[in-house]
């Protein structure tokens, strides 16, 4: 959790992986949409086809983690079908754009990196606190269940 929450600051000797700017408080989100650094050119304009705004290009709105495992496949086009492959992409593959969100740009564990540099160790701690975000006995519970059941015939 420690992880999640933190913002890197290599100077302070701080690891963090920058989570909670984009996915903290109770709800595991905010009430904000981010270009999350997918694209360098979009081919989906996001937001901005509501708004016709050109500074919400390839923004999105930042989805809960709760029951995360549960939710694949991940982003908004489906294109990573595990939490391993999300967290590669915040470690490693930020494309930078107009729109990138600020929250992503110049963030890193190491002094004057070019991206999040997350261990091995450290992104397997993430997997598991992301799993620990799912609620199986909710999933399961018959009183939440689809309350317009298909009938037999």
Known sequence: MQLFESS???????????????HGG????KELF???????????????????????????RVPTLRNITLTGPYMHDGRFSTIEQVLDHYN???????????????V???????????????????TAFLGMLTDSSFITNPAFSNPHPLKNP
């Open 8 to 22: 890197p600051d290599p100077k302070l000797g701080i690891r963090g992986a920058n989570c909670t700017h984009c």
């Open 26 to 29: 109770v709800k595991t989100f």
């Open 34 to 60: 981010h270009n999350n650094g997918l694209d360098s050119i979009a081919t989906d304009l996001g937001r901005e086809k509501f708004t016709g705004q050109a500074a919400d290009r390839a923004r999105f």
């Open 92 to 106: 490693q593959h930020i494309v930078q754009s107009l729109t990138l969100s600020a929250f992503l740009q110049n």
């Open 108 to 126: 890193s564990n190491e002094t004057c990196g070019k991206n999040l540099a997350l261990t091995k160790d450290e992104k397997a701690d993430l």
